[in-house]
């Protein structure tokens, strides 16, 4: 019997409001409702005071001392008192609120309190009491429920349908693997979930538990993975190899042996039938856009039109001087589509690019819009791809026949979010960078001593040095963070000028004035940019060899990575200076982190462990899924495990063995809902 066809309604006691209740809680068959795991357990083995921990709960056995009181107070409330002896000391316990415990105190019998310490007072708020005989040492399960349902109606409710359908729970994980990994069966892992006798059975239940989760999960990405490999959907972009290489030769430096390894690995990709979903990974700097330019141009080279998508305006001028410098002599051409264009100039572009007379678009996410249709596109790059949702990707991605996407990041991946969040993707490492590069000096100091700051880049300046200051995000006030950019600004002005130019750079600037400013910048021009985090990511003005950033406590150390990235992108020594008063340890650390270490990798790999995945990558865009057990940072060693099973058994194809049946009927069920999973 598949327990996914029986629905909770038929168990004795849920009639239509209790059925409707359960199902607010996302429960409507037996097997939803048998693995709704406890969310946290509750210790309930009996301990000695010698461990109370002030503030934390605790269960103390003793002998009830004196007759429970009940007294009221303020409106409706009331407090109930008894003392119990515990190890020879008067304890007092507190309930507030259910006065009727008050039977269950009865002197000289024994009794059990759960509840919190007070060390101070020597006392108990009491949140539960056992009676005599039930004061046995036991775990507690503890459900996430709502107003519409209990803990014990679920309690209850999860017993019988154990006590009806155990017998029907199939274990889904082939049994090669419960063996090799020593874990139970899922009947097994049901009850140790929801009804441990010991902390070895629960611990072993919740083992399994997240394995089994990890694993079916795992098994949804291969299944996408393969999928997009066998059928044969993709674009067969059959570029001009001569002409690519020539262009290569052509360019002003020669490409690192990263750079031309991720090139053959993305132009192999494209020059085959099957559809290409690949990450270019590689640090701040280490030359992605080079790469992405000659995808781009052997899809033409095809046949196709190509894409890039970038965050933010400034990256998407920026990509687009770039690409018309190198491609226009070759009369290729490109145009930008971003939201400040008028209607006119848009429609004109947009008008351009369906009829298939732009060969190279760049945009933002304006590219998106259901105005901007392509003639022929083949190739799509997004840019930062973590800075966009899921959705925007997907939608790009509708745009054409099944275009190829190469998406690129420079956030060094955890190996979380490798077989997480870009598991169904193929992965293109940058892992050298230019030739030249010297490493950026980092130096952490506090507000006190900014003055040290003002002399560090007055001596720079005289150097022919050029210097980005950052201010910080105050709030999420776009006018306050502009405020303290512009005192920032005045105050180098004040140092400064006239001989040395500032600029003040910030969101809320229109569009033309922004890249006015970088141009300026990047021309130098201007040898302060005094700039709000609109710099962030990508900018690239190679000159540029000291970064000052304020506040820095107040941003996350893979953003401070991207923001110091900003320099050391050319030969110059450069130097990054963080002002911080970090109030906490971890906040100390962090800085220490930084000034010790360049390698991206290792601060993302921090990161994650300080702040979370969703933080680090932008919450709900991270593309983590939602797990329910397993914590994929917590518990990377067993998503890992879970992730190299999952691989081998479709690399050879062992679905079809018969120990693998229960599974492969689970899943054929389950695909629908993860192939939505981009
Ligand atoms: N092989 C190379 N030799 C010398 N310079 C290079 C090479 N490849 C790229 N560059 C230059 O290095 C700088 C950084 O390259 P690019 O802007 O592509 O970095 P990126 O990987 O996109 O970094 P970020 O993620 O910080 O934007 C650019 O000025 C680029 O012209």
Same mark, same amino acid.
């Given at each position: 019997?598949?327990?996914?066809?029986?629905?909770?309604?038929?168990?004795? !006691?849920?009639?239509?409001?209790? =059925?409707?209740?359960?199902?607010?809680?996302?429960?409507?068959?037996?097997?939803?409702?048998?693995?709704?795991?406890?969310?946290?357990?509750?210790?309930?083995?009996?301990?000695? %005071?010698? @461990?109370?921990?002030?503030?934390?709960?605790?269960?103390?056995?003793?002998?009830?001392?004196?007759?429970?009181?009940?007294?009221?107070?303020?409106?409706? *409330?009331?407090?109930?008192?008894?003392?119990?002896?515990?190890?020879?000391?008067?304890?007092?316990?507190?309930?507030?609120?259910?006065?009727?415990?008050?039977? *269950?105190?009865?002197? +000289?019998?024994?009794?059990?309190?759960? $509840?919190?310490?007070?060390?101070?007072?020597?006392?108990?708020?009491?949140?539960?009491?056992?009676?005599? $005989?039930?004061?046995?040492?036991?775990? /507690?399960?503890?459900?996430?429920?709502? *107003?519409?349902?209990?803990?014990?109606?679920?309690?209850?409710?999860?017993?019988?349908?154990?006590?009806?359908?155990? /017998?029907?729970?199939?274990?889904?994980?082939?049994?090669?693997?419960?063996?090799?990994?020593?874990?139970?069966? @899922?009947? @097994?892992?049901?009850? $140790?979930?929801? =009804?441990?006798?010991?902390?070895?059975?629960?611990?072993?239940?919740?083992?399994?538990?997240?394995?089994?989760?990890?694993?079916?999960?795992?098994?949804?990405?291969?299944?996408?993975?393969?999928?997009? *490999?066998?059928?044969?959907?993709?674009?067969?972009?059959?570029?001009?190899?001569?002409?690519?290489?020539?262009?290569?030769? !052509?360019?002003?430096?020669?490409?690192t042996k990263a750079q031309?390894r991720v090139?053959?690995?993305?132009?192999?990709?494209?020059?085959?039938?099957?559809?290409?979903?690949r990450l270019l990974q590689g640090d701040v700097g280490s030359g992605k856009t080079i790469v992405a330019?000659?995808?781009?141009?052997?899809?033409?080279?095809?046949?196709?039109?190509?894409?890039?998508?970038a965050p933010t305006?400034i990256l998407?001028?920026q990509?687009?001087?770039?690409? !018309?410098?190198?491609?226009?002599? %070759?009369?290729?051409?490109?145009?930008?589509?971003?939201?400040?264009? &008028?209607?006119?100039?848009?429609?004109?572009?947009?008008?351009?690019?369906?009829?298939?007379?732009?060969?190279?678009?760049? $945009?933002?996410?304006?590219?998106?819009? @259901?105005?901007?249709? =392509?003639? #022929?596109? !083949?190739?799509?790059?997004i840019d930062e791809q973590h800075r966009f949702g899921?959705?925007?990707?997907?939608?790009?991605?509708?745009?054409?026949?099944?275009?190829?996407?190469?998406a690129m990041t420079a956030t060094p991946i955890p190996r979380t979010l490798a077989i997480t969040a870009y598991g169904?993707m193929?992965v293109s490492r940058i892992d050298e960078l230019p030739a030249g590069r010297k490493k950026i000096e980092t130096y952490w100091i506090r507000s006190?001593k900014?003055?040290?700051m003002?002399?560090f880049? &007055?001596?720079?300046?005289?150097?022919?040095?050029?210097v980005y200051v950052v201010t910080p995000l105050i709030?999420?006030?776009?006018?306050?963070d502009?405020?303290?950019?512009?005192?920032?600004?005045?105050?180098?002005?004040?140092?400064?000028?006239?001989?040395?130019?500032? +600029?003040?750079?910030?969101?809320?600037?229109?569009?033309?004035?922004?890249? #006015?400013?970088?141009?300026?910048?990047?021309?130098?021009?201007?040898?302060?940019l005094?700039s709000t985090t609109v710099i962030e990511v990508g900018v690239d003005v190679p000159?540029a060899s000291v970064m000052v950033i304020y506040d820095a406590n107040r941003f996350g150390l893979s953003q401070l990575h991207q923001l110091r990235g900003r320099v050391g992108r050319g030969e110059k020594q450069s130097y990054c200076i963080l002002i911080a008063d970090p109030k906490n340890e971890t906040a100390l650390e962090r800085m220490k982190i930084l000034t010790s270490t360049n390698d991206g990798f290792v601060l993302a790999e921090e990161d994650l462990k300080m702040r979370g995945a969703g933080d680090v990558l932008g919450s709900r865009q991270s593309g983590l899924?939602?797990?329910?057990?397993?914590d994929p940072i917590a518990d990377i060693n067993?998503l890992e495990?879970?992730q190299?099973?999952?691989?081998?058994? =479709?690399?050879? #194809?062992?679905?079809?063995?018969?120990?693998?049946?229960?599974?492969?009927?689970?899943?054929?069920?389950?695909?629908?809902?993860?192939?939505?999973?981009?």
């Amino acid at each position: 019997m598949d327990l996914r066809t029986v629905s909770v309604s038929t168990l004795p !006691g849920v009639g239509t409001k209790r =059925f409707e209740a359960i199902k607010s809680l996302g429960i409507e068959n037996i097997y939803d409702l048998l693995f709704y795991f406890p969310f946290r357990y509750e210790d309930m083995e009996v301990k000695s %005071l010698d @461990d109370a921990i002030d503030q934390e709960k605790i269960l103390l056995k003793g002998i009830v001392a004196s007759d429970p009181v009940v007294a009221r107070f303020g409106y409706k *409330k009331n407090r109930l008192n008894v003392r119990i002896m515990v190890e020879n000391e008067s304890i007092m316990v507190t309930f507030f609120n259910q006065p009727w415990l008050k039977d *269950k105190f009865i002197t +000289g019998n024994e009794v059990a309190v759960y $509840g919190k310490w007070n060390e101070n007072r020597r006392a108990i708020t009491g949140m539960k009491v056992l009676g005599d $005989g039930h004061a046995q040492d036991s775990i /507690d399960s503890v459900y996430s429920v709502n *107003k519409n349902i209990h803990q014990k109606t679920l309690v209850n409710l999860i017993k019988v349908a154990f006590d009806k359908y155990s /017998d029907q729970i199939k274990t889904v994980i082939p049994e090669s693997l419960i063996e090799k990994y020593h874990l139970m069966n @899922d009947r @097994d892992m049901v009850l $140790g979930m929801h =009804f441990p006798k010991t902390d070895e059975q629960n611990e072993l239940a919740r083992r399994s538990a997240k394995f089994r989760e990890f694993f079916l999960f795992e098994c949804g990405i291969q299944n996408m993975k393969s999928r997009d *490999k066998k059928a044969h959907v993709g674009l067969l972009e059959k570029y001009d190899k001569e002409y690519i290489d020539k262009f290569i030769s !052509g360019l002003p430096f020669e490409l690192t042996k990263a750079q031309t390894r991720v090139t053959a690995e993305i132009l192999a990709d494209m020059n085959s039938s099957h559809h290409m979903n690949r990450l270019l990974q590689g640090d701040v700097g280490s030359g992605k856009t080079i790469v992405a330019i000659i995808a781009m141009l052997a899809s033409v080279t095809a046949g196709y039109q190509a894409a890039i998508m970038a965050p933010t305006e400034i990256l998407a001028q920026q990509h687009f001087d770039k690409i !018309g410098k190198l491609l226009s002599p %070759l009369k290729i051409r490109t145009s930008i589509l971003t939201g400040s264009q &008028t209607k006119k100039e848009h429609d004109t572009i947009a008008q351009n690019i369906r009829e298939g007379k732009t060969n190279i678009i760049v $945009g933002t996410h304006a590219l998106i819009q @259901d105005s901007v249709q =392509f003639k #022929d596109l !083949g190739l799509i790059v997004i840019d930062e791809q973590h800075r966009f949702g899921v959705n925007q990707r997907k939608n790009l991605r509708e745009k054409g026949n099944n275009p190829d996407v190469l998406a690129m990041t420079a956030t060094p991946i955890p190996r979380t979010l490798a077989i997480t969040a870009y598991g169904d993707m193929d992965v293109s490492r940058i892992d050298e960078l230019p030739a030249g590069r010297k490493k950026i000096e980092t130096y952490w100091i506090r507000s006190t001593k900014i003055e040290q700051m003002y002399r560090f880049v &007055t001596k720079e300046l005289a150097k022919k040095a050029q210097v980005y200051v950052v201010t910080p995000l105050i709030s999420e006030s776009e006018k306050i963070d502009l405020k303290n950019a512009e005192l920032i600004f005045d105050k180098f002005n004040e140092l400064f000028a006239p001989k040395y130019k500032i +600029g003040l750079l910030h969101g809320q600037m229109p569009n033309d004035q922004k890249e #006015d400013v970088m141009n300026q910048f990047s021309h130098q021009k201007i040898d302060v940019l005094v700039s709000t985090t609109v710099i962030e990511v990508g900018v690239d003005v190679p000159n540029a060899s000291v970064m000052v950033i304020y506040d820095a406590n107040r941003f996350g150390l893979s953003q401070l990575h991207q923001l110091r990235g900003r320099v050391g992108r050319g030969e110059k020594q450069s130097y990054c200076i963080l002002i911080a008063d970090p109030k906490n340890e971890t906040a100390l650390e962090r800085m220490k982190i930084l000034t010790s270490t360049n390698d991206g990798f290792v601060l993302a790999e921090e990161d994650l462990k300080m702040r979370g995945a969703g933080d680090v990558l932008g919450s709900r865009q991270s593309g983590l899924p939602d797990f329910k057990v397993g914590d994929p940072i917590a518990d990377i060693n067993i998503l890992e495990t879970a992730q190299i099973e999952a691989e081998a058994l =479709f690399k050879n #194809d062992a679905m079809a063995k018969p120990e693998n049946k229960v599974l492969k009927s689970f899943l054929n069920d389950e695909f629908e809902q993860l192939n939505n999973f981009d």
